[in-house]
């Protein structure tokens, strides 16, 4: 399993589309793929789905780290219909906004 981390405190720099090259890349190898969307704008999210999630999103999974959380978080994108791998996302939200803070919620 390769873990990879796309992460810069500045805007405008590329992150979204080194996230969706990566993921995109990994998909035509045949590599299964599981995007977290942290960013509160979500913008890798809409790349994936095309729409902003209305399920279970990643500020809920990390102010509830439980597996049913994590599995119910895990959407499909349909970047990988009609692929051998898959290319999953738990979609990032401006709820995940108020995660990001040094205060203990």
Request: net charge negative; with cysteine.
């Given at each position: 399993?390769?873990?990879?981390?796309?992460?810069?405190?500045?805007?405008?720099?590329?992150?979204?589309?080194?996230?969706?090259?990566?993921?995109?890349?990994?998909?035509?190898?045949?590599?299964?793929?599981?995007?977290?969307?942290?960013?509160?704008q979500g913008?890798?999210?809409?790349?994936?789905?095309?729409?902003?999630?209305?399920?279970?999103?990643i500020a809920?999974?990390?102010?509830?780290?439980?597996?049913?959380?994590?599995?119910?978080?895990?959407?499909?994108?349909?970047?990988?219909?009609?692929?051998?791998?898959?290319?999953?996302i738990i979609?990032?939200?401006?709820?995940?906004?108020?995660?990001?803070?040094?205060?203990?919620?």
């Amino acid at each position: 399993m390769f873990i990879v981390s796309v992460c810069s405190l500045k805007g405008g720099v590329g992150k979204t589309s080194v996230t969706l090259g990566l993921a995109s890349a990994a998909l035509h190898q045949g590599v299964n793929a599981l995007v977290i969307d942290l960013d509160p704008q979500g913008d890798s999210t809409l790349g994936l789905l095309g729409e902003p999630a209305s399920t279970v999103d990643i500020a809920e999974v990390l102010s509830s780290p439980r597996t049913e959380t994590i599995d119910r978080a895990i959407i499909p994108t349909p970047w990988s219909k009609d692929a051998a791998s898959h290319l999953d996302i738990i979609p990032g939200t401006s709820r995940s906004a108020v995660m990001d803070s040094p205060a203990l919620n």
